[in-house]
């Protein structure tokens, strides 16, 4: 079955720069889906940051468009988050997952948490 | 401020039937179908309701989703305990031109 899975630093400093990548085994990321990022803040709700297709076209929130960048790995089938100047609003729990279509999203990664702070 | 809206919280009793409503407006849930995810603690949403009624495979026949308007609606019928968690409505919205989510609603079982 399809599975995703998130890593990537667990603790980033303030003004720093947010990296993780998602491995997605038992599919290709070439196939004809987009793939997506969707962060949690604690105790918060579901905030969309960003999508890509494998042919590298992208899609970002506005309220983060300035200082992201989603990529694509297609040797490793896999793909990439990368948020700058980050300050302790950006810390949340990240989430990738493959989209199936608009909002319906599956299946998604465990996340991984992601803290701003010195 | 989430761009959907749901009630905070929900409760019912083991064998009540709760309803759990998502509100949005002509440029999301008025124009797209709704997905449904369930959250339990510590862990990814799992999809739980698509395109508005469609259950994926393993999903009890319990819940149940509809959508008139712009509104949409999740059912439980038959509570268990185990539906004690958190439950989001998200659909795709033209003025964000991207998804949006409910800010979710926490169902207790009493």
């Known amino acids: 079955q399809v599975q995703l899975q998130e890593s990537g630093p667990g603790l980033v400093k303030p003004s720093g720069t947010l990296s993780l990548t998602c491995a997605v085994s038992?599919?290709?990321?070439?196939?004809?889906?987009?793939w997506i990022w969707i962060r949690q803040a604690p105790g918060k709700g579901l905030e969309w940051v960003g999508e890509?297709?494998?042919?590298?076209?992208?899609n970002y929130n506005p309220s983060v468009k300035s200082r992201v960048t989603i990529s694509v790995d297609k040797s490793r089938n896999q793909f990439s988050l990368t948020l700058t100047s980050v300050t302790a609003a950006d810390t949340a729990v990240y989430f990738c997952?493959?989209?199936?279509?608009?909002?319906?999203?599956?299946?998604w990664g465990q996340g991984t948490l992601v803290t701003v702070s010195s | 401020q989430s761009v959907l809206t749901q009630p905070p919280s929900a409760s019912g009793t083991p064998g009540q039937r709760v309803t759990i409503s998502c509100s949005g407006s002509?440029?999301?849930?008025?124009?797209?179908?709704v997905n449904w995810y369930q959250q339990l603690p510590g862990t990814a949403p799992k999809l739980l309701i698509y395109?508005?009624?469609q259950r994926p495979s393993g999903v009890p026949d319990r819940f149940s989703g509809s959508r008139s308007g712009t509104s949409a609606s999740l059912a439980i019928s038959g509570l268990q305990s185990e539906d004690e968690t958190d439950y989001y409505c998200?659909?795709?919205?033209?003025?964000?031109?991207?998804?949006?989510f409910g800010g979710g609603t926490k169902l207790t079982v009493l």
């Open positions: 997952a493959r989209v199936l279509s608009g909002s319906r999203f599956d299946p």
């Open positions: 038992g599919a290709s990321i070439s196939s004809n889906n987009w």
């Open positions: 890509i297709y494998h042919s590298g076209t992208t």
């Open positions: 002509s440029s999301n849930i008025g124009s797209y179908t």
């Open positions: 395109s508005d009624n």
């Open positions: 998200a659909a795709w919205d033209d003025s964000l031109n991207g998804p949006v």
